[in-house]
């Protein structure tokens, strides 16, 4: 599929029946809009996320339009400890019966600055909540999607590696590193995981507004415009597609996923 198949892609509508889904950074963004995508397609989706308030309107957005009921899992990835993400598999395992896939879309950008001014603590957070944090939830939860028959992760990727990015680019690095690594070790005819990144390109959401507080907005396309490629990626009819790194450039501000409204 080539980047624009991916962003008219339509499933059919039980793609994703009876499946649970991980989705970090799902109050808002690109998580929310996924969220709401798999859980239209069948899916049970845990929502997580360190915005309570945020989670609970995403849950009772897809209550509201009849979807399987979500799970709400509120965490704070920045002072989460290794414990934290382990009772978390845990709890997946023990309420949910099992993981079947993870999109990794989490993140947190503070502030473009020079590299010689980072301060240890800035620097600290940010690769622990764009980094770290992916490491832990992934290694935590394998065993489970191990056991899964049509398991798949997806990073949210984003093009940083220059001036100013500091550690929120060497973390996106790291993540895309991660990924290649994990896509190899897991493309194997047994023990099989699907694992690709997808980077969008920049989009409107609050994040990229408190970081460019000049930009019209308006310019920008909406979240739900890029659901295409998450919901194919997540589910059966990307068979053996591993290890891709998908990229768009900027899209147009009207791009619009043709399977119609999410809620």
């Known amino acids: 599929?080539?980047?624009?198949?991916?962003?008219?892609?339509?499933?059919?509508?039980?793609?994703?029946?009876?499946?649970?889904?991980?989705?970090?950074?799902?109050?808002s963004g690109i998580g929310r809009a996924?969220?709401?995508?798999?859980?239209?397609?069948?899916?049970?989706?845990?929502?997580?996320g360190k915005t309570l308030k945020e989670l609970e309107y995403?849950?009772?957005?897809?209550?509201?339009?009849?979807?399987?009921?979500?799970?709400i899992y509120p965490l704070n990835m920045e002072g989460a400890t290794a414990k934290d993400y382990q009772d978390m598999a845990m709890t997946f395992k023990d309420k949910l019966g099992g993981l079947d896939g993870i999109a990794l879309n989490a993140g947190w950008l503070p502030a473009?600055?020079?590299?010689?001014?980072?301060?240890?603590?800035?620097?600290?957070?940010?690769?622990?909540?764009?980094?770290?944090?992916?490491?832990?939830?992934?290694?935590?939860?394998?065993?489970?999607?191990?056991?899964?028959?049509?398991?798949?992760i997806i990073f949210s990727a984003?093009?940083?590696?220059?001036?100013y990015n500091g550690a929120f680019g060497i973390a996106k690095a790291g993540t895309q590193a991660?990924?290649?690594?994990?896509?190899?070790?897991?493309?194997?005819?047994?023990?099989?995981?699907?694992?690709?990144?997808?980077?969008?390109?920049?989009?409107?959401?609050?994040?990229?507004?408190?970081?460019?507080?000049?930009e019209d907005m308006d310019t920008l396309a909406l979240?739900?415009?890029?659901v295409g490629p998450y919901l194919y990626f997540m589910g059966p009819d990307a068979g053996?597609?591993?290890s891709e790194k998908i990229k768009f450039d900027r899209l147009p501000a009207d791009t619009r996923w043709p399977g119609g409204k999410l809620v």
């Open 1 to 27: 599929m080539n980047n624009q198949d991916l962003l008219n892609y339509i499933p059919d509508d039980n793609l994703l029946k009876d499946r649970v889904i991980l989705v970090t950074g799902a109050g």
């Open 34 to 48: 996924i969220s709401l995508a798999y859980a239209r397609f069948g899916a049970t989706v845990v929502l997580l």
């Open 178 to 214: 991660m990924m290649d690594i994990l896509a190899d070790e897991y493309d194997l005819d047994d023990n099989f995981i699907r694992i690709n990144s997808i980077d969008t390109g920049p989009l409107r959401t609050q994040m990229r507004k408190m970081n460019y507080p000049g």
């Open 223 to 226: 979240p739900e415009g890029v």
């Open 58 to 71: 995403v849950y009772d957005e897809i209550e509201d339009a009849g979807y399987p009921e979500a799970a």
């Open 240 to 242: 053996k597609h591993t």
């Open 112 to 152: 473009f600055m020079p590299f010689k001014e980072y301060d240890v603590e800035t620097w600290s957070k940010t690769i622990s909540v764009n980094l770290h944090a992916n490491f832990l939830i992934t290694q935590m939860c394998l065993p489970l999607l191990e056991e899964s028959d049509d398991p798949a």
């Open 158 to 163: 984003h093009d940083s590696l220059k001036a």
